[in-house]
């Protein structure tokens, strides 16, 4: 039960501020579900991937959608997913390297580094001030470099991980496409459907799902973005943003000290 609970949180952080939520999802398919941290990934491709189509789906509804700066990602952050997936994960040992009597696996290794990037984001989100809504002028500014170079970094962050890099988006989207708070929202949870769907697609090819446990954790967190974007119509997210900035934070030191001394 604390799992779905925890599934329908990641949906809820995803409707409310088109990312940040999927973040956790690795932790949750781990330490709720019991999945080893490698095999999680694949599953939290579909998880946020589904999730995060479900959320984009309402913003286009609404016009919050920039198909030209979602195109702009894709390109590049599509196929560095793919390639990461199908050639560097398979031939990363089991075993990485021994220090002091000390081994690290692949799975230890994949757990710190996922608490890293949950504590580069965590920092994010919660030092992030207000951002001033452009003119409609300024929306036309396009960086498309700065855009083509995130989406190789949002690339290699989702097929290593398994996470959907909206705290590398949203970013870029505000400052380089100059877009408004609402649309930057709606472009990242689509750009984050088709990196995180791109990656699982790839991994149908040479890993099996447990479908019985995937299919009611997405289901769960689904639900999740459409109630997160009710709520985001009624308060403000930068508050929420956060506190949520400071649970990620937590969590991520956690992770550190349960894998590196308790584990």
């Known amino acids: 039960m604390a799992g779905y609970l925890a599934a329908l949180l990641i949906g809820i952080f995803l409707g409310l501020i088109g990312g940040g939520g999927s973040i956790l999802t690795i932790p949750v398919l781990v330490y709720f579900f019991g999945l080893p941290p490698y095999l999680a990934t694949g599953y939290s491709l579909f998880i946020v991937g589904c999730s995060s189509l479900a959320g984009a789906w309402k913003h286009y509804r609404f016009g919050n959608i920039h198909t030209r700066a979602a195109l702009s990602f894709g390109i590049t952050s599509i196929i560095t997913v793919v390639l990461v997936r199908k050639w560097l994960l398979p031939v990363i040992p089991e075993e990485l390297f021994c220090a002091g009597g000390f081994t690290v696996t692949k799975s230890l290794a994949t757990m710190v580094l996922f608490a890293m990037v949950m504590i580069v984001a965590s920092l994010q989100m919660i030092r992030k001030e207000t951002v001033p809504e ?104 930068d508050q929420l943003k956060k506190g949520f900035g400071w649970f990620v934070l937590v969590t991520g030191i956690y992770i550190l000290i349960h894998e590196l001394f308790l584990a």
Do not use: C, Y
């Open 134 to 237: 452009p003119s409609a002028a300024a929306e036309q500014e396009i960086n498309l470099p700065a855009a083509l170079l995130r989406g190789v970094e949002v690339g290699i962050l989702t097929g290593l991980l398994g996470a959907g890099g909206g705290f590398l988006i949203l970013p870029v989207l505000v400052f380089s496409f100059h877009l408004p708070m609402k649309k930057a929202i709606g472009t990242s949870l689509l750009i984050i459907a088709m990196n995180t769907l791109s990656g699982f697609i790839g991994d149908l090819f040479h890993q099996s799902f447990n479908w019985w446990l995937l299919l009611p954790v997405t289901a769960t967190a689904i639900a999740g973005t459409f109630l997160g974007r009710k709520m985001g119509e009624r308060i403000s997210g």
